[in-house]
């Protein structure tokens, strides 16, 4: 766990970089710290590893005081992760990753072949370890430097904006790998991006920092999304967050059944929409008022997006808006087809569980 | 042409002579540059100062520097450490400034990654921030290569042999042909020197050429 207590950093004859910060970001999870630039998210992350000393305050890992200890040794002991990785332009990929290992006296051999374990473990063809960054894309660079940061096995993570140079494609990919690689890691994580979509999809929980380093909330994102604390949290979060809320709760639908049809079989012409399976697995809509008669895979309409039984109630209501039948597909852990619900069911089920939380008085 | 054909023996102890009278200080001035260069990046308010204070050395003329340096160093008059030295002094003068820029174009982020990541001062230097220097730093050293090849001829007047020493005889005794034998070679051997500094950099840079 890292606890800010009361930390202020005031650079000389200015006000406050970050100003009276009282902050835990517990072990195994992620914390984000989100806010405008300039707010003083790289100082607060920075003061963790003591590259930049606080006014006041104090700052302990797992109850020590980081101002005790030689700061070499601490911050070889936490990992850090940084635009474009900062990776060392003259080392090679491998070298790069072995870095710490290295300064904390592992042998050459052992180094450099966790190195290439790493590098296996964040997607990348394993050809790579002997180029130099140069020759990779944004994206395998950043790999390499979520390598780099993980090499020496730290307990602790400190990430300033990893994904921001990254194209949105690459971007959702690597916070995808991000969160699979963390769900088996558990490590203990800070990480400062300016992007609230990327720490409402990031953040076990999410602080939210106003210009002059002050913390605005400090929540879950279902919760940042639901209630936010004041007019600037909500400006922040932005549109749509009522929406997007949805995506944190889990759906409990009354779902439909849905006749299914095979490939080959034949539809009547007044059958209005049906949806055409494989062994159970939905293939797209046919509309039998065009397509009557055997059914053949080119007449299929592009099926909507699918929402999954356990999935939340924004995949759910995504499903039934994008279905060209007006009914979305909700399939079982397999893909198999469960039934459909339409727009009006899952707005149904939104009201309900509004009317369960208000009458349990819990959070949403 | 036929004054060089005639002289080839002469010719190549004097290019071998002022290879290391203005090669030695060379390597020399380079070490002496670093930490200076280095003290004056992480003290910024040191670099004016120490930046402008190596660069007035370069305005002492040669001549008065090779004279003086037996009277600073207690060395005898024809000692050729006495070259050797003020050379040094002039590298130092031309070269503490270059390495200040080199340090500073280490890129930030990756300077911060290396302090992130645990390295010591002298670790961070030795493999992250000269490593990243080379290219600057070789920029200067071969502005400092070739002005020493030249400054190196005026040894011959203090009785320091070297390739200037043929333009001394030459002109004192008229000889068009020694004239312009020292001359050529000094402009081959500036060349030389050129080539040495940039292959070096090159070698020791093969992340700049994949
Ligand atoms: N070394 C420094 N000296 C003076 N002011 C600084 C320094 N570093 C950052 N600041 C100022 O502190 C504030 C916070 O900066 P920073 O922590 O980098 O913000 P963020 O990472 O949120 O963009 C900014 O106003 C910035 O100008
Ligand atoms: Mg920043």
């Known amino acids: 766990m890292i606890r800010f207590e009361a930390v202020t950093k005031a650079y000389a004859d200015a006000s406050p970089a970050v100003d009276d910060l009282t902050l835990e970001a517990p072990t195994g999870a992620i914390t984000v710290l989100v806010g405008p630039s300039g707010c003083g998210k790289t100082t607060t992350l920075r003061m963790v590893n003591r590259m930049i000393e606080p006014t006041s305050g104090r700052i302990t890992i797992d109850g020590v005081d980081t101002a005790s200890m030689d700061p070499a040794r601490l911050r070889r002991g936490i990992g850090y992760v940084i635009q474009h990785g900062g990776l060392f332009p003259h080392q090679t990929v491998e070298r790069n990753i072995a870095t710490v290992p290295l300064l904390l006296g592992w042998d050459r051999a052992k180094a450099l072949s966790r190195a290439r374990e790493l590098i296996e473990l964040v997607g990348l063809p394993a050809a790579l370890g002997r180029r130099y960054p140069a020759a990779l894309s944004g994206g395998q660079q950043q790999r390499v430097g979520v390598a780099r940061a993980l090499a020496a096995d730290p307990p602790v993570m400190l990430m300033d904006e990893p994904f921001s140079a990254v194209d949105p494609v690459v971007r959702d990919q690597l916070q995808e790998e991000f969160l699979r690689l963390q769900s088996h890691l558990g490590k203990t994580i800070l990480f400062v991006t300016h992007d609230i979509d990327e720490a409402i999809k990031l953040g076990d929980q999410v602080a939210v920092l106003r210009v002059g380093g002050r913390l605005a909330q400090l929540a879950p994102p279902a919760q940042l999304l639901a209630h936010p604390a004041d007019d600037f949290v909500a400006g922040f979060v932005g549109r749509d967050r009522g929406y997007r809320a949805l995506g944190f709760v889990a759906a409990t639908l009354p779902v439909r059944p849905e006749r299914t049809v095979a490939l080959g079989s034949t539809v009547g012409a007044g059958e209005g929409w049906v949806l055409v399976v494989d062994d159970g697995r939905p293939l797209g809509w046919l509309d039998t008022a065009r397509h009557p008669g055997p059914v053949d895979r080119s007449s299929l309409a592009l099926g909507g997006t699918l929402a999954s039984a356990g999935g939340s109630l924004r995949a759910a209501l995504d499903a039934a808006l994008s279905s060209p039948s007006g009914r979305g597909v909700v399939v079982d852990d397999e893909g198999r087809v469960v039934g459909t619900a339409t727009p009006s069911d899952v707005i149904a089920a939104i009201e309900a569980q509004r009317a369960e939380s208000a009458a349990g008085g819990g959070a949403p | ?210």
């Open chain 2, 1 to 210: 042409m036929t004054w060089a054909l005639d002289h080839l023996g002469v010719i190549a102890s004097l290019t071998w002579r002022h290879t290391l009278l203005a090669g030695i200080p060379l390597l020399l001035g380079l070490l002496v540059a670093i930490p200076l260069g280095w003290v004056a990046h992480r003290v910024p308010a040191l670099a004016p100062v120490t930046i402008v204070g190596t660069g007035l050395l370069y305005t002492i003329p040669s001549l008065a520097l090779f004279i003086l340096m037996p009277l600073v160093l207690g060395t005898r008059i024809l000692d050729p450490i006495n070259v050797v030295v003020a050379m040094t002094v002039y590298t130092v003068a031309l070269l503490v400034r270059t390495v200040v820029d080199g340090l500073r174009s280490v890129p930030a982020d990756v300077d911060a990654a290396a302090t992130a990541m645990g390295f010591g001062r002298f670790r961070r230097l030795w493999q992250v921030q000269l490593p990243l220097a080379i290219p600057v730093i070789a920029a200067g050293l071969r502005v400092a290569a070739v002005s020493n090849v030249s400054i190196v001829s005026i040894a011959s007047l203090i009785g320091v042999a070297q390739l200037g020493s043929l333009l001394t005889d030459g002109y004192n005794r008229a000889i068009a042909g020694e004239l312009l034998t020292g001359i050529v070679a000094a402009l081959l051997l500036a060349l030389v020197f050129d080539l040495v500094v940039v292959g070096t950099a090159r070698l020791l840079t093969p992340w700049r050429s994949p």
